[in-house]
Nanobody, 123 residues
């Protein structure tokens, strides 16, 4: 069992920045960030393969969000810039071992989930 702990959520005005962190209890190859707004489906935001450094971003955040890793600390960071009110959601960290299979940034391809951290962007 891999435990994930998110931190860094909060409230910010549009155009501002926030940094989210996800610390895993052990090394794991695939870590992603999802978000879910009330009444909406969980949406993949970004993911990173910690063994290769390969990253992927959804179209809605590409160019504004940056995912990075600190392998020594089993930590992945999501730097969110130019935030918009539509970025408001609960943000979840998720992870999977490469052996779990699947490269897509969709909930079914992740084994472990954090509890979530709220991000609120006001206009």
């Amino acid at each position: 069992q891999v435990h994930l702990v998110e931190s860094g959520g909060g409230s910010v005005k549009a155009g501002g920045s926030l940094t989210l962190s996800c610390e895993a209890s052990q090394s794991i190859e695939k870590i992603g960030w999802f978000r879910q707004a009330p009444g909406k489906e969980r949406e993949g935001v970004a993911q990173i393969w910690t063994d290769t450094g390969s990253t992927y971003y959804s179209a809605s955040v590409k160019g504004r969000f940056t995912i990075s890793q600190d392998n020594a600390k089993n930590t992945v960071t999501l730097q969110m810039n130019s935030l918009k009110p539509e970025d408001t959601a609960m943000y979840y960290c998720a992870a999977a071992f490469r052996s779990y299979g699947g490269v897509a940034l969709i909930p079914g391809k992740f084994q472990y989930w954090g509890q979530g951290t709220q991000v609120t962007v006001s206009s």
